[in-house]
């Protein structure tokens, strides 16, 4: 019993942290739906713990369920002190999808269960049996074990240069229970799968009907990779939710900016924070924070002059917000990683063969995204909907989004053409977890398309 | 009118049964051997009987056979297992080499009965090759199976259909593979992944809805036709998912230590909780296994211990001792035979 009720306050302690994040960054900018409100809670809260407990490492506090609570919680009630206003929004949206007709309430029911069963399937996958693969064994399960016995994250072994989040993710249901179970050990993820499911839903609900957004979080619900990585105790799963997240908000921002500029920069401050966050996750989250940053800075200069002051101090806030986060990590490690691949994919420019390793690559990407079953159809979705609706997918603001995929796969061909790691395009085993990381928003790009086009044709069939 | 057509039915189907070349590889001649000895293999009136109480019951054929995959494109294997689970056939061609892209696993049906399986290998080859060797495990572990029938034919479109309905809903790309972290195979049809017959059909009509597009407006019905695919994709996903549901379903109620006996082979986490038992808490040790990730695991199981070279501890587990390793250890522990703690002469 008190087992249990220590696992819950493992979960608690970091959505409240999270609440009060979220409460503090957003103030009166934009209120956010209650169960959209609960799954950026968990997540933010749970990027921000993680944090914590990294610099509690530094600081050479042990870590223990006593020390990082506390700090958790002086941290929120501090924040909650700064942001108390804020806590009494004047309304709280806590719709959920009811209407339409009977047809569409069994769209809607049918989709509704088909998820809801998908997440309890996750949820058994992860808990029913100890971590055993390999790899997890070999480096995550291993340097947790560490931080367990050791209560300090500093020194452990097999982390090499990687970031902190999923050695700390998976060791705090360890350290907060006082027993190293390896089958709770990825005690997050499955949450992190809700998440990421009700924001895909609440982002696409902002702008069509319910029976719609719902099928689209159906087709992120059933992704085959995505649902086997939510279930496992490898960093793909948080690295594909943070940083989609954080790109899916950014284009919140751009969709918004003209019609509602408080809650657009209410969107931009969310993914600030997530992309922080994905920073701590894998190493590569520091390039594809760089293509957000890239593409909103196109964004912003091509905006600049409907920018106000007070929208320029949001930027900055968002900035600072993102800058902040990373700081600490950037410092410690990351600045070596940004500098060590950069600099071999510039000297190695004229030695490798990287136009055999071209072809090679766009045949490991056709040979996986259409003859296996990583996606399901969604190589055949994103083809479709450049080509049946190229006017939406090449306007703002999908526009954005299609420069963000094309700068990733850009990322993916730089890798494996310039730098050392072609060696993985050979034996698929890189390729797969890097498009996974970003797919997501693949999906969230067509399914904004189709939906732009199908709002239009009721339009116009009201019109008639 | 009707008697007419039947009787057509019939000869065609006759002729077509009379015509139909087999080769049946029931026959001593073809020396079945297994490598592991302890399988015994009997030839009587009722066919080939396989058994083994111990280990897997594999077994291959001394005598290559030389038949061409085009012309006899169906292996049929009538058999009575005493256990269900997966089946497996692997065949080496003219360089007599297995190879696992060469290999065939297939569901059991139910144990103790003749079922009939068909297995369309010739797809696994675009041109003419020639099948020398088969290696055939009739289901994973020790058992008993009889066969009563194992031959190559020219197989009929029912029958050739009846191996593709088995393959698409058979063990390759729907059983956890291990490797699902890195790729999530797509079920086989006809040898290659049946996605990929699915995505050119999808690439097909979406060139058509796309240069139809200023006469016609097929988008909806493209869409819905790919939503319907999707949904029919997740369908066969949550076969997968079941399997391995069913799979995973053995942990439920097994406590942490018993849950982590059953994900290592054999009883190697037991030998593991055993060397942890008497080896000093700080030192450091070595492991001598041939299991895949056997070292990693004992690493991991056994940490803060460290895993190094010269260690003044050696873990053998599932080998007998090396006389190399007596000259610098001596037998310190035995937990079974075949498993040891040595410790080193000189520490």
Redesign the interface.
């Known amino acids: 019993m008190t087992f249990y009720l220590t696992l819950t306050l493992t979960l608690l302690i970091p959505f409240i942290l999270g609440l009060v994040i979220l409460k503090a960054l957003l103030r009166k900018r934009l209120v956010l739906n209650f169960w959209e409100m609960l799954a950026l809670a968990f997540s933010a809260g749970w990027g921000g713990h993680i944090i914590i407990m990294f610099l509690m490492s530094l600081a050479k506090i042990p870590l223990n369920f006593i020390t990082i609570s506390a700090t958790d919680l002086f941290l929120a009630f501090s924040l909650f002190c700064f942001s108390f206003r804020s806590f009494f929004p004047s309304k709280t949206d806590t719709s959920f999808p009811r209407k339409g007709n009977l047809g569409v309430r069994t769209i809607i029911f049918i989709f509704f269960c088909?998820i809801v069963l998908k997440v309890l399937?996750v949820f058994?996958?992860s808990f029913?049996?100890?971590v055993?693969?390999?790899?997890i064994?070999?480096c995550y399960?291993?340097a947790t074990?560490?931080i367990f016995?050791n209560r300090t994250f500093l020194g452990a072994p097999a982390v090499g240069d990687k970031p902190p989040f999923p050695f700390l993710s998976l060791a705090w249901p360890a350290l907060a229970t006082l027993r190293f179970?390896?089958?709770i050990l990825t005690l997050a993820y499955p949450f992190l799968f809700i998440s990421f499911l009700i924001i895909f839903f609440r982002a696409l609900k902002r702008s069509f009907s319910s029976w719609y957004a719902l099928?689209g979080t159906f087709?992120l619900s059933?992704i085959?990779?995505l649902v086997?990585?939510a279930s496992?105790a490898?960093s793909?799963f948080p690295q594909a939710f943070y940083y989609c997240a954080a790109t899916i908000y950014l284009f919140l921002f751009f969709k918004t900016f003209k019609a509602n500029k408080s809650a657009s920069f209410g969107f931009l401050l969310i993914s600030a924070f997530l992309l922080g966050i994905s920073v701590w996750v894998k190493k590569s989250g520091l390039y594809y924070a760089g293509i957000n940053i890239l593409v909103a800075s196109f964004f912003i200069f091509s905006e600049r002059k409907n920018l106000s002051w007070e929208d320029k101090k949001s930027l900055g806030l968002a900035f600072l917000i993102f800058l902040l986060l990373c700081l600490p990590w950037l410092s410690y490690h990351q600045f070596y990683t940004l500098k060590s691949y950069s600099s071999e994919a510039l000297t190695s420019l004229p030695k490798l063969p990287f136009l055999t390793l071209g072809r090679e690559v766009v045949q490991a990407i056709w040979r996986?995204a259409?003859?296996?079953?990583?996606w399901?159809?969604l190589?055949?979705?994103f083809?479709?909907t450049l080509?049946?609706?190229p006017k939406l997918s090449f306007a703002q603001p999908h526009l954005y989004l299609l420069i963000i995929i094309f700068l990733q796969w850009l990322m993916i061909f730089i890798l494996f053409c310039f730098t050392r790691l072609d060696r993985f395009i050979f034996d698929?085993?890189l390729l797969?977890?890097l498009t996974l990381h970003f797919v997501p928003v693949i999906l969230y790009f067509s399914i904004e398309v189709?939906g732009t086009?199908l709002e239009i044709g009721k339009k116009e069939e009201l019109k008639k | 009118m009707k008697i007419g057509v039947i009787t057509v039915l019939a000869f065609t189907l006759c002729s077509q049964t009379l015509a139909q070349n087999e080769i049946s590889l029931l026959h001593p001649k073809y020396l079945w051997r297994s490598p592991n000895p302890e399988t015994k293999i009997e030839f009587s009136s009722a066919g080939l009987t396989i058994s083994s109480t111990t280990s897997s019951t594999g077994i291959y054929n001394l005598m290559p056979i030389n038949i061409p995959s085009k012309k006899y494109d169906l292996l049929v294997v009538k058999m009575k297992t005493s256990k269900d689970g997966i089946g497996e056939v692997s065949w080496a061609l003219e360089n007599l080499r297995f190879h696992p892209l060469q290999s065939y696993p297939f569901y059991l049906r139910k144990p103790g009965q003749c079922h009939n399986y068909y297995l369309n290998l010739s797809s696994y080859h675009r041109g003419s090759a020639y099948i020398n060797h088969l290696l055939f495990f009739p289901f994973q572990g020790p058992g008993t199976a009889e066969i009563k029938e194992i031959k190559f034919i020219k197989g009929t479109l029912a029958e050739k259909s009846l191996a593709a309905w088995q393959e698409f809903w058979g063990p390759r790309?729907r059983e956890p593979d291990?490797f699902?972290?890195?790729?999530?195979?797509?079920?086989r049809l006809f040898g290659?992944?049946f996605?990929?017959y699915?995505?050119y059909f999808?690439?097909i009509v979406?060139a058509i809805?796309?240069l139809l597009?200023p006469y016609f407006d097929l988008?909806r019905p493209?869409?819905i036709l790919?939503?319907t695919?999707?949904l029919f994709?997740?369908l066969s996903?949550w076969v997968n998912?079941w399997i391995?549901?069913r799979r995973?379903l053995i942990?439920?109620g097994k406590t942490?230590e018993e849950?982590?006996t059953?994900?290592?082979p054999r009883d190697y986490y037991p030998f593991l909780k055993f060397a942890d038992q008497h080896l000093p808490p700080s030192s450091s040790f070595e492991v001598d296994t041939k299991l895949?990730?056997g070292k990693?695991?004992a690493?991991?199981y056994l940490?803060?211990r460290p895993l190094t070279a010269n260690a003044p501890y050696l873990l053998v587990f599932d080998q007998e001792i090396n006389r190399n390793y007596l000259k610098n250890f001596y037998l310190w522990k035995t937990f079974r035979k075949g498993a040891y703690l040595l410790k080193a002469k000189k520490i």
């Open positions: 088909v399937l058994f996958f029913i049996k100890p055993i693969d390999p790899d064994i070999r399960a291993l074990k560490f016995l179970d390896d089958s099928i087709f059933s085959p990779l086997f990585h496992t490898y793909d996986n259409f003859f296996e079953d990583n399901h159809l190589g055949i979705l083809l479709a080509l049946l609706f698929d085993t797969n977890r189709i086009y | 790309g291990g699902n972290f890195l790729v999530i195979r797509s079920p290659g992944p996605l990929r699915l995505n999808l690439l979406l809805t796309f597009k988008r493209f869409l790919l939503l695919f999707w994709l997740e996903s998912n391995a549901f995973d942990f439920l942490l849950k982590r059953l994900i290592n895949s990730y990693a695991k690493a991991y940490f803060p």
